[in-house]
């Protein structure tokens, strides 16, 4: 499997316990992910291992068998495929397509993160002319693919993966987890204090140990997207990862990132991709229409929104000089 590397770690976790726990470092959905259980349960850490694993084989646009689907125009999709595919098609629709998982091409096209390459206009053009969702066409398990397109769940897999750590942790004796996929985090019940784990959200104009502000959760995800997390620049301009599905360009976002705080690790994950893309006002608004998920939106002007959900409860750090506001339904 093609190992990125997460160039930064999104979230910092101040996951501290007493107690003795098992901890694992892997790689897996293309990415690092860290495992910490109190206490200590070495069955359900491998059961996760192995989840983890199988999800990677099946999901990775870069070596799972996603890719052998995309390449052959299509094929049998598993357990995991089809379902994330209909999660994927249902957040798309919600989110008027600024999330959306049929840009496989215009996402190869790219490649942000291992070549330092801009496309000429018309490569963009036919790229984006195979987003329609006409041209992906699943009926039983069997998806066909035609008009060039790919698909790609690189913005909700890694959510979604968690979603399934969660429910091993559910069935479980463990009564406290963090677990980060790519910088992406699912706190599962609590310390052994009887405390909430406290998860820091990374300060994107520092470096990857600064931290912004910390949220005390339990039974949450916590899903950052931002343009400091993979990019390259050219002449002065930064291009990045999260791109626009209008223009094919990397996402010109009022935001510098956009974290999501979920009851859902799939729609999360979908969420931060596609409201960092319609940047901070349509993302409020979106927020205001719907329930489930709490907003920390980080304004290029330095200004820190977060949805009332949090008000109370976040803790900002005091080294930092960004302003605060609090959006409210
Ligand atoms: P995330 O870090 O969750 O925001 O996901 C970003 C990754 O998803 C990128 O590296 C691309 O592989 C893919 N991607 C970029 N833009 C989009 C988009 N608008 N919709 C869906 N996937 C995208
Ligand atoms: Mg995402």
Redesign the pocket.
Known sequence: MKKLLPLILILLLFASCTASGTERTLYVMDTVATVKLFPENEKAADEIETLLSDMSDSLS?YDGKLKEINDTGGGEMDEYLSELYLISKRM?DATS?????Y?GS??ELWS??EKNYIPADDEIKKALATKHEANANFSGNMLSLKNGQRL?????A??YATDKVRGILIESDVSGAVVSI?G?VYVHGEKDNGEKFLVAVRDPQGSENEWILALPLSERFV????DY??FFEEDGRKYH?????ETGYP?ESDLLA?CVVSENGAEG??L???L??MGKETAISFWREREGFELVLIGRDRTVTLTEGLAESFVPNEEKEYTYEVAKR
Do not use: M, Q
């Not at 899903?223 to 931002?226: E, L």
């Not at 990862?241 to 599905?245: S, W």
């Open positions: 646009a798309c397509g600024a999330f959306s998982p840009l215009l996402i942000v993160g790609n769940f690189g913005a909700i890694k959510g790519g992406n899903i950052t997207s931002g997390e993979r990862h999260i791109l626009d599905p996402a956009c994950d979908a931060s991709t596609a960092y893309v």
